[in-house]
């Protein structure tokens, strides 16, 4: 178990390569049930909504447990979202699910919820155990359509859709169409042992996920949530929280990292650290963001995170060279903010160092090519598993007081 209780920056590098979605101020969130989070994902506006959708989404757990339950956003909408209809089942394979698993979720009782724009809305548990590593399958009927849909862009997962509602079939024949997306469902939590905990990666479109193999859960936190549940911690829920190209000081792809921190990892189960990984989308933009800018924000987010209880862990920023964005200036600001994450590891709670783990040793500004998954800043499924691997799982196992 490791306790600091310095307050200090952290933080780390990834990327985009979607293009900047709109972002609204930071909505209310409910408090947190109890339980411990076993996938989440973060929420921004993705669209328009359109009447008599359903959705069939795929999600993969990391901690097992009793009693799941899900969360549905209307973040980002501007009118109220009427859900008549959500079931949850196991996958047995594309839109077809496990005969006998799938089963009617409640709100509150009742097998209807309507969300207001910006609020979220967790489900009853529902009775049963729900194993870790599967494939948990989230079908939802919304009624109307207007305004912004809430979701997450790049799932690299394959969900489904249809018109109707066909929530509580367990044959996928209705549900024909494939989307990459999640919509309105940004986590999944369970009851374990008091003593189990979560991580968070908070990041941007390397946390995301952005050049792993789609369908095979191989983004940096799903290897991390393998080891994990191997492993004799007491630390087994990870969320991915990561937004391709977020930042943490500017709106953009989605709301800052400041301005999410709240809703996307503070207000979610059982979470014992958080794990920091994001700045080179600040820098790489070119508007003059310097390094004490990003310590600075950094700061404030070990700041939040402690005050709430939470360890913070800090990664290094990644190398980005041969991306377009790239120039001697934004390299210059990343060598500053990495040198002082190695030089004032006393800031934080622990320091993960990706970017001597990804870097080339023949030239340490550019990644090295069997990690690269082709654009010069984001790994492949390789690289991702060395991130993984490279995460001290002790460091995860933290508490503050």
């Known amino acids: 178990m490791r306790r600091r209780i310095t307050r200090g920056a952290r933080l780390l590098a990834v990327t985009v390569a979607a293009a900047a979605l709109q972002a609204t101020p930071a909505?209310?969130?409910?408090?947190?049930?109890?339980?411990?989070?076993?996938?989440?994902?973060?929420?921004?506006?993705?669209?328009?909504?359109?009447?008599?959708?359903?959705?069939?989404?795929?999600?993969?757990t990391s901690v097992g447990g009793r009693d799941p339950r899900i969360r549905l956003s209307n973040a980002f909408g501007d009118q109220p979202v009427t859900f008549d209809s959500v079931y949850a089942g196991l996958q047995l394979k594309n839109a077809d699910l496990v005969p006998g698993t799938n089963r009617r979720l409640t709100f509150d009782g009742s097998s209807s919820v309507t969300v207001e724009p910006g609020a979220t809305a967790y489900s009853d548990p529902l009775p049963g155990k729900l194993a870790a590593e599967s494939n948990l399958v989230v079908s939802v009927h919304t009624p109307g359509g207007a305004g912004p849909v809430t979701g997450h862009w790049m799932a690299l997962q394959t969900s489904y859709s249809t018109h109707g509602d066909h929530t509580a079939e367990e044959s996928g024949t209705h549900w024909t169409e494939t989307v990459g997306s999640w919509f309105y469902l940004d986590a999944v939590s369970v009851r374990t042992a008091a003593a189990t905990g979560a991580v968070v990666a908070l990041g941007d479109s390397i946390t995301d996920g952005w050049q792993s193999t789609t369908d095979r859960n191989r983004r940096w936190p799903d290897y991390l949530a393998r080891r994990l549940q191997k492993a004799h911690t007491t630390v087994k829920g990870v969320a991915d929280e990561g937004i391709a190209g977020n930042k943490v000081l500017a709106d953009g792809s989605g709301p800052s990292a400041l301005n999410r921190l709240d809703r996307d990892v503070l207000s979610q189960p059982g979470v014992r650290t958080v794990f920091l990984f994001e700045g080179v989308n600040d820098l790489k933009a070119h508007t003059g963001v310097t390094a004490p800018d990003l310590i600075g924000g950094?700061?404030?987010?070990?700041?939040?995170?402690?005050?709430?209880?939470?360890?913070?862990?800090?990664?290094?920023i990644a190398p980005f060279k041969g991306w377009p964005e790239w120039d001697p200036a934004a390299e210059a600001v990343r060598q500053e903010v990495n040198a002082f994450i190695r030089s004032h590891r006393e800031e934080f709670d622990a320091v993960t160092d990706f970017d001597r783990i990804l870097r080339s040793p023949y030239d340490q500004e550019?990644?090295?090519?069997?990690?690269?998954?082709?654009?010069?800043?984001?790994?492949?499924?390789?690289?991702?598993?060395?991130?993984?691997?490279?995460?001290?799982?002790?460091?995860?196992?933290?508490?503050?007081?």
Do not use: E
């Open 27 to 60: 909505p209310a969130v409910v408090s947190p049930p109890d339980g411990v989070i076993t996938w989440g994902t973060s929420a921004y506006r993705i669209g328009l909504a359109d009447a008599d959708r359903g959705y069939r989404m795929v999600v993969h």
């Open 298 to 316: 950094y700061r404030q987010i070990v700041d939040r995170a402690h005050d709430a209880g939470k360890c913070v862990v800090v990664s290094t």
């Open 366 to 401: 550019r990644m090295l090519p069997a990690f690269d998954g082709g654009d010069h800043i984001h790994p492949n499924d390789k690289g991702m598993q060395a991130m993984a691997d490279a995460v001290d799982l002790n460091s995860l196992n933290c508490t503050r007081h």
